[in-house]
């Protein structure tokens, strides 16, 4: 198997993605990853349009307001592209122990799970103009296992990998793939509070079998597998890249 065979199954060149959450973090790096690969990228996140400059089309956007999440589809439409590719990124975390409980169940709920329900039945009509295409869900390992104090994160990421199953079944029909990239603790702004804290960096790096965090570059690979033809009949699938978390027993 030659090198441009490779390069070809694994190649991103001319196909068009869409990544939520693409402002800081997993989905950032995914958006920079597959523009490098050679993509059509459109990223979007809350974070003001003159705070960043990738190579990318970048819009300011809040994923739970269905007119703006239309109107970026639209502009890929007015751009005279059909999209290829949906990275499901955007996501918020709301420990129980910050209180509020109940409201913030919903607040996670309604951005984890809901959201991203909505995008795929949004970016739906424009994938199937594509005649085929690929829907990446960023779920994590709290979609399969249990973690304390953080309800609403677990219950979102696990019902986001459910939904990713209910999704592929239904969309198969228009060749369209939906699977699930399951990341273990990875380095983001997000895990930041946990990574500066000596006790509890030591206990995630003790329950991971490669004994170390994950960096962002750690998923690059599974996300382009997931986007690229290479993966051509892979769906309802879940790719966890957690350094072994899951794998773990005694």
Known sequence: MNSSYLDG??????????VTGASRGIGYGIAEAFYQAGAIV????????ERLSPNWNYISCDVTHRDELSAVLETISNNGQNLNVLVNAAGITNPNSDGDFLNKFR?????????AYEICMLALPYMKLSEEGSIINITSIGSKIGFPDNPSYVSS???LRMLTKA????LGTYNIRVNNLAPGYIKTAMTKLSFENEEMNQARRDRTLLHRWGEISDLIGAAIFLASDSSSYVTGSDIFVDGGWTAKGL
């Open 42 to 49: 459109y990223g979007v996140g809350r974070t003001p349009v």
């Open 167 to 170: 999704l592929a079944n239904d």
């Open 157 to 159: 990421k696990g019902g």
């Open 9 to 18: 199954v694994f190649s991103l060149k001319g196909k068009v993605c869409f």
């Open 107 to 115: 607040d996670t709920l309604e951005i984890n799970l809901v959201a």
